[in-house]
């Protein structure tokens, strides 16, 4: 996913591959500042392992994405994934909203590193994860390369 901060602060979706539209399309931005953006989401069957709670890898995809949103909210760069860590405290059921928030911890020359938490309904932090990026293509040159494509 590509991010655009307007004058206002909030961020905006601009352009999503394939994989990141299919975990993004029931995933909703409810709060948006430069380095930070927190969104909410409801964990679907399609989302589930075999205890009907939310997949690991559903988990670990939206702190992929989550922390990614975050930086691209900072940041003039698109980067690349180098680090990923997840640590998963707790289950979300089939059913249940959950709250996702990224952020940017820092955004350097080369690297950006962010955190992601997801919570719910009543608070208690489910999952944590730690995402460092390379900062490489500028995202001018990536919005001008999508719309010659």
């Not at 409810?30 to 989302?47: Q, R, W």
């Not at 955004?107 to 390379?134: E, M, P, V």
């Amino acid at each position: 996913a590509v991010v655009s901060t307007q004058s206002t602060g909030a961020a905006t979706v601009m352009v999503a591959d394939g994989f990141s539209l299919k975990t993004m399309s029931h995933l909703r931005i409810t709060d948006a500042t430069p380095g930070m953006v927190k969104f909410t989401l409801t964990v679907e069957k399609g989302d589930s392992n075999i205890y009907n709670t939310m997949h690991g890898g559903m988990g670990a995809s939206l702190v992929d994405l989550c922390s990614s949103v975050a930086i691209l909210s900072k940041c003039s760069k698109w980067g690349i994934s180098t680090d990923m860590s997840v640590s998963y405290l707790k289950a979300a059921p089939v059913g249940k909203d959950i709250t996702i928030v990224g952020q940017c911890d820092r955004g350097g020359k080369t690297l950006a590193f962010s955190s992601c938490f997801i919570y719910n309904d009543k608070g208690d932090l489910l999952l944590k994860g730690q995402h460092t990026k390379f900062m490489g293509t500028p995202l001018v040159d990536l919005e001008l390369e999508q719309e010659l494509d």
